[in-house]
């Protein structure tokens, strides 16, 4: 036993000299520092953020969404830096992560309950800047890099566009609601910072339940306002068929007046009903028509209509399983529709 030690400390010296003897499968803590969650050097995206402590794990940033004081989709963070490595220290808050490097994808995990540290890139050289998408909620708990490393906050230019709704804005339905859903296409497809305000089953004037308060009434100040976005869509209507027509329109003026009344130079546009199975011809068209009289009555407001985009004849590509949500193919066609009629009026 005594000789096979000496063999093997012998074979360990011999390889220090030529290329160092080093364990790969594990980094020791001297080689390595955590650039904390809260540090400065982050850049939180796409929406309000806050710092959170998770007991037995400590503080953590979060995707968040002010009116509600919980937990939303669609957040993004980056950071840049010079490390040679870089590794995301992430818990197991279920769905997946995808890491870009200098704006290209080169890690999709899953955040599950077997994995802490998930390797991004090693043996590189320069500045690297790295972006974290979220399928679900978004949570950033830190990263990884050489000891003797630095870090720095990226840039960021892009105009803001909030983009407020019921579940067509959430991303229910999508493949991964940071990626695939709405409000990430169609910023992509503007060239904007997009922010996800949606939430579902909620209407401009319906709260679910009741006692949330979290109709676009509710939030319209805090959500929206608040942020100062350069640009603003409203989806909204499908969920508001309990009401009668003219109660909604005239909600949706007044939702629509108080953006206007904040922020007078800020164009706003609000999208038509779609058709889908579950909605009959007739509520299409008369919920469409107070959309429509609603926008009109403001003067910052474009109406973008979507009637006859979707029927039975495609249904089944554009709709989900549930033949209500989008799937992701539906997604991108609404995202498609509205930069069409956008884009005109987003200065780049």
């Known amino acids: 036993m005594k000789k096979w030690l000496l063999s093997v400390g012998i074979l360990c010296v011999a390889a220090a000299l030529l290329a160092g003897c080093q364990n790969s499968a594990e980094t020791p803590g001297a080689e390595k520092k955590l650039i904390e969650p809260t540090s400065p050097e982050w850049l939180y995206t796409h929406g309000p953020w806050k710092k959170v402590n998770e007991p037995g794990w400590g503080d953590v940033m979060k995707g968040w969404l002010t009116s509600t004081d919980r937990a939303q989709v669609g957040r993004r963070a980056k950071i840049e830096t010079d ?38 890139y090693s043996d590189q050289t320069g500045w690297h800047q790295l972006e974290f998408v979220f399928s679900n909620h978004s949570e950033i708990d830190g990263l990884y890099i050489s000891q003797d490393a630095k870090v720095r906050q990226p840039e960021q230019n892009k105009k803001k566009l909030a983009v407020i709704g019921h579940s067509y804005i959430d991303g229910t339905g999508s493949s991964n609601r940071g990626l695939t859903s709405l409000a990430p296409v169609l910023g992509d497809l503007l060239g904007v910072e997009s922010i996800n305000q949606g939430i579902g089953r909620t209407d401009v004037d319906v709260s679910v339940p009741p006692s949330a308060k979290n109709s676009g009434l509710d939030r319209v100040q805090t959500d929206i306002i608040q942020l100062k976005p350069d640009y603003v869509l409203s989806v909204y209507g499908f969920n508001a068929r309990g009401m009668t027509p003219e109660q909604f329109q005239n909600d949706y003026v007044t939702f629509l007046k108080t ?9 706003v546009f609000a999208s038509g009903l779609i058709s889908v199975p579950a909605l009959s011809a007739e509520s299409e068209a ?3 028509a107070a959309i429509k009289h609603a926008c009109t009555s403001v003067s910052t407001c474009t109406f973008i209509d979507l009637s006859g985009k979707w029927n039975q004849n495609n249904y089944s590509q554009y709709l989900s399983s549930d033949g209500v949500h989008p799937n992701d193919a539906g997604y991108r066609f609404l995202a498609e529709e509205y930069a069409n009629v956008m884009s005109g009026m987003i200065k780049q």
Not at 91 to 113: C, L, N, W, Y
């Open 83 to 120: 490390s040679p490595f870089a590794i995301l220290k992430q818990r197991a808050i279920g769905g997946t992560v995808t890491i870009f490097v200098d704006g290209k994808p080169v890690v999709e995990q899953v955040m599950s309950s077997e994995t802490e540290e998930i390797p991004i």
């Open 259 to 267: 953006i206007q009344d904040a922020l007078p130079s800020t164009p």
């Open 286 to 288: 008369t919920f469409n």
